[in-house]
């Protein structure tokens, strides 16, 4: 079963890289993006 959650940033900035792959199953706490203040 696939869920999809919507999420919101706990900082403001931009975001310069993803870090995991469309449909990967992840992790509590696992990285999703980097992002640059």
Request: aromatic residues 6%; negative net charge.
């Amino acid at each position: 079963m696939k869920l999809m959650n919507e999420i919101e940033a706990e900082v403001e900035g931009k975001i310069v890289e993803i870090l995991v792959e469309n449909g990967q199953p992840v992790e509590y706490g696992q990285p999703l993006f980097a992002v640059e203040k």
